[in-house]
């Protein structure tokens, strides 16, 4: 149980009956507006990325014969890395991983992006000219960012019920939307301040000497004590989770919307449901040893992502030649093996009808290959989400095991993309909740328990870890 951080002598009050019904409606129908926008937002980029990628590469490689064909990954990669490292040198700021976004948005209580503008370029790029990561890492940055935006301007606007540091409103947004059972005073003070960084730059923006930000932090200290004098909300966890709720739903009808309307283009790929009347003994063996096959390559990721950070140090700070040599090397590599280049979010719809035609020894080599080249990407600042490249990875590992032992792919599928993802996240349930996009809900359990299992092993195989070393130290 958290410590109540409410100064000693404040008094908290629950929000007034007359007020609580209205309260909850509207934070209801914002979670619901906010998860709409997101969801469609999130599908709608997926889409224009994928109209952007047929458009540079259909031309100037699929259409192509001949020698072009052979060498075109490696002269558009090669362009890429140009123009990524110019811009990235022109901005003086990369954009944040997901992991990142999530942090500081937690720790802060806000995020901000410095310029829009730059910030979609920097978005766009590795995206466009075939960078093996997704569009989650730049999509959250901007949503995180837009909800910041949002409550700081009905902050500072001065009108209307919330501008009222007191009325049971405020109180409810910040104990409803808060990421953790930490004070509301806490919250509010961090989304008053504006909220983390995107960036480096924007960080080192943030100057406590500068008179805005003083200004800033002393006008939050003032709601602090005043909201944490104010209202409780009843039952804020069981609210909270309702909130979350609706927000999820928003985001599936405005992924649903953006499909709809592009059809293709924004697709995910959606596996069939497991019979589990037909499963052998075989595919339950398989299956298991799916679990740590998972677990290995997720361990495997993190080597990678080791080795590609040394790389990059000893490449310099210059984005430019940092850029330019990842370009070199995914374009290298593609020239032979294309299923390396972009997210794998169409690449896991291909591999679908597509698994078959493949040695499973050549499937191992794209993960690994994958694997490698997604940490790469994003040491060397063609920064991007790494959801879509692992998903993409762990379907390939289980149509690998599935030709191996000659089983039906669909439950060892599951399992090694759950346990590499749960592996690589270390949080389950989100690793599953992400997934369920991929998977119909029978499957789920399955994901579930695969999630959970691994996240077992992580735990267990640290604690071994740890004892033998103290052992070793003693």
């Known amino acids: 149980m958290k410590k109540d951080s409410t100064p000693a002598n404040a008094e908290r009050r629950a929000i007034p009956a007359s007020n609580l019904a209205v309260t909850i409606l509207l934070v209801v129908l914002l979670a619901a507006v906010l998860g709409v926008v997101v969801g469609f937002g999130t599908m709608g980029v997926l889409g224009i990325a994928d109209l952007l990628q047929e458009h540079i590469w259909e031309k100037f490689f699929f259409d192509a014969s001949g020698p072009l064909h052979m060498v075109a990954p490696l002269i558009l990669c090669l362009i890429g890395g140009v123009a990524i490292g110019l811009w990235t040198r022109k901005c003086g700021y990369t954009l944040d991983t997901m992991g990142e976004v999530i942090a500081d948005y937690k720790r802060d209580g806000g995020y901000?992006?410095?310029?829009?503008?730059?910030?979609?370029?920097?978005?766009?790029?590795?995206?466009?000219?075939?960078?093996?990561?997704?569009?989650?890492?730049?999509?959250?940055?901007?949503?995180?960012?837009?909800?910041?935006?949002?409550?700081n301007s009905v902050r500072r606007a001065g009108r209307g019920a919330l501008s009222k540091p007191k009325h049971p409103v405020t109180a409810a947004f910040t104990a409803l939307l808060a990421s953790s059972d930490d004070s509301t005073a806490t919250a509010d003070a961090s989304a008053t301040t504006g909220g983390s960084t995107a960036n480096t730059a924007s960080k080192d923006a943030k100057d406590p000497t500068d008179p805005t930000t003083s200004a800033q932090t002393s006008s939050s200290g003032g709601h602090e004590s005043k909201i944490s004098e104010t209202y409780d909300i009843p039952h804020p966890r069981l609210l909270r989770t309702i909130v979350w709720a609706i927000a999820g739903l928003g985001f599936a009808g405005g992924c649903a919307l953006v499909v709809r309307i592009l059809g293709h283009f924004a697709a995910i790929a959606r596996f069939d449901t497991l019979d589990f009347s037909s499963l052998s003994g075989t595919s339950i063996a398989v299956a298991v040893l799916a679990l740590f096959v998972g677990w290995a390559c997720a361990a495997m990721g993190d080597l990678f992502n080791a080795w590609s950070k040394k790389l990059m140090a000893h490449v310099g700070p210059d984005p430019l030649p940092r850029a330019i040599i990842c370009g070199i090397a995914l374009g290298a590599v593609a020239c032979f093996?294309?299923?390396?280049?972009?997210?794998?979010?169409?690449?896991?719809?291909?591999?679908?009808?597509?698994?078959?035609?493949?040695?499973?020894?050549?499937?191992?080599?794209?993960?690994?290959?994958?694997?490698?080249?997604?940490?790469?990407?994003?040491?060397?600042?063609?920064?991007?989400?790494?959801?879509?490249?692992?998903?993409?990875?762990?379907?390939?590992?289980?149509?690998?095991?599935?030709?191996?032992?000659?089983?039906?792919?669909?439950?060892?599928?599951?399992?090694?993309?759950?346990?590499?993802?749960?592996?690589?996240?270390?949080?389950?349930?989100?690793?599953?909740?992400?997934?369920?996009?991929?998977?119909?809900?029978?499957?789920?359990?399955?994901?579930?328990?695969?999630?959970?299992?691994?996240?077992?092993?992580?735990?267990l195989t640290h604690k071994v870890t740890v004892r033998l070393t103290r052992k070793q130290t003693a």
Request: charged share 10%; net charge negative; hydrophobic share 55%.
């Open 112 to 151: 901000r992006v410095p310029n829009w503008g730059e910030s979609l370029i920097l978005f766009i790029l590795p995206i466009a000219f075939g960078g093996a990561v997704g569009p989650e890492a730049g999509i959250s940055g901007f949503a995180a960012a837009g909800l910041s935006g949002l409550s």
């Open 337 to 459: 093996m294309p299923g390396v280049l972009f997210s794998g979010q169409t690449g896991t719809e291909d591999m679908m009808h597509e698994w078959t035609s493949w040695a499973p020894i050549m499937l191992v080599l794209l993960v690994v290959l994958k694997l490698f080249l997604t940490k790469l990407c994003v040491a060397a600042d063609w920064v991007g989400g790494e959801f879509f490249p692992t998903i993409f990875c762990g379907v390939c590992l289980g149509y690998a095991l599935a030709l191996w032992f000659g089983v039906d792919p669909i439950l060892v599928v599951c399992v090694t993309t759950a346990s590499l993802v749960s592996a690589w996240t270390r949080k389950p349930l989100l690793a599953t909740a992400v997934l369920a996009l991929c998977f119909p809900p029978l499957d789920l359990i399955i994901v579930l328990a695969a999630a959970y299992l691994v996240s077992a092993l992580q735990t």
